[in-house]
């Protein structure tokens, strides 16, 4: 080799050494976060978040009008309040699923049953604070309101129909109507909801969090950019409403026909569009119709059975289809019985007064499941 060359070859060679020995001595702090392959509890907390994985069930975790629900997750939001982050689910169809995000770092801990809850061996730290956390009366605690998921009402009912004589159902309709073009519904229809969710009552709060006439959720009322001052306000939640079951709708678009749409974007509201999508996937995978609403109700019954809703194509899990299928048959019955009393056109007139309470002057009620609610003639 030529003289000049090997300098040459030296001098790089000296170079990429030292460049080799001073990245490691001179590394960024985000180079030496990206080297930390797991964490432990003092990560975990300076993140802020702790992830659990679970599998779906009533006993352990599944969402309900966007709430998450069962013991397990109950356990585990206590635990990460204890340690001052904010919990995070993930759920796997099996168990060998969860060892493997475990291993890799995915998820934090196992949460299936206290109080073996699995971590880490590079993990005593929390393993030590789940220790030390837990205590069998912790669970008797939780146990008793973990699984309860009748929802409570707080309304002042008004009668199925104000004034049938004159075809007006409500002192809401001019309401219904201005909205329903932003749903693309019949008026009528959104009625029909309105007195599944509310009775009609527009200061109606369940123990969910929802609101007002057509029962919003927090979340939803935030999306649709509902100040919170106005959340109970008649027109405001109406149109708001009615703007988010157009959205909701959106998600079913390749439904061609309008009527089984609608029973579609009803089961999506209540029950969450996800796991109305996996019972379409459910009835696909029999061989059935999955844009007809009567092939796919079977399905949705099914989701509160292990082998349906652990099925590994079930993306959202466990979910109450009971109420979700109720739900749909009654208020189509309802509107039926509508469009059978008020005429397009009719317009709200003064509110009905309220039913009095028997109860110290203060009307409660308690929602009953679905299933249990009947049609007023």
Known sequence: MKPHLLLLFLLVACTAKQEKD??????TEEEETDTLQY???????????????TL????????????????????????????GVVLQMEISPDTTSLLQKLKQGEIDFIALEMP?????????????????????????????????????????????MQDASHGIISAYDDLFRKYSSS?????????AMSYQESGFDPQAVSSMGAMGLMQLMPSTADA?????????????????SARYIRKVSQSFSDIKDAEERIKFTLAAY?????HVQDAQTLTRKAGRDH?????????????????????????????????????????????????????????????????????????????KPAEEWVPEE
């Open 270 to 274: 209540n029950g969450g569009v996800g």
């Open 56 to 83: 779906s069930g009533p006993d352990t975790y599944y969402e309900y009008h966007g709430n998450g629900m069962g013991l397990q997750y109950r356990l585990a939001e206590a635990f990460a309040q204890s340690i």
């Open 291 to 367: 844009q007809v609403w009567q092939e796919v109700a079977p399905f949705i019954l099914h989701l509160s059975e292990p082998r349906y809703y652990r099925d590994p194509d079930v993306l959202n899990g466990y979910m109450r289809g009971s109420e979700t299928e109720a739900y749909v048959r009654l208020i189509m019955n309802r509107w039926n019985q509508y469009r059978g009393s008020a005429r397009s056109y009719t317009s709200g007139s003064t509110p009905a007064p309220a039913r009095k309470s028997l109860q110290e002057g203060e009307y409660k009620s308690v929602v």
């Open 22 to 27: 001073t990245s490691v001595l001179f590394a």
């Open 224 to 240: 649709m950019g509902v100040p919170r001052d106005k959340r109970f306000d008649p027109e405001q939640n109406i149109s708001a």
């Open 183 to 191: 749903a693309g519904w019949d008026w009528r229809l959104l009625a």
């Open 116 to 160: 073996t809850w699995q971590t880490r061996e590079d993990e005593p730290l929390l393993r030590g604070a789940i220790t030390e956390w837990w205590k069998p009366d912790r669970v008797k605690q939780i146990e008793s309101t973990a699984n309860n998921v009748t929802v409570t009402v707080k309304r002042r009912m008004r009668p199925v």
């Open 39 to 53: 964490y432990d509890l003092h990560e975990i907390q300076s993140s802020g978040t702790i992830i659990a994985g």
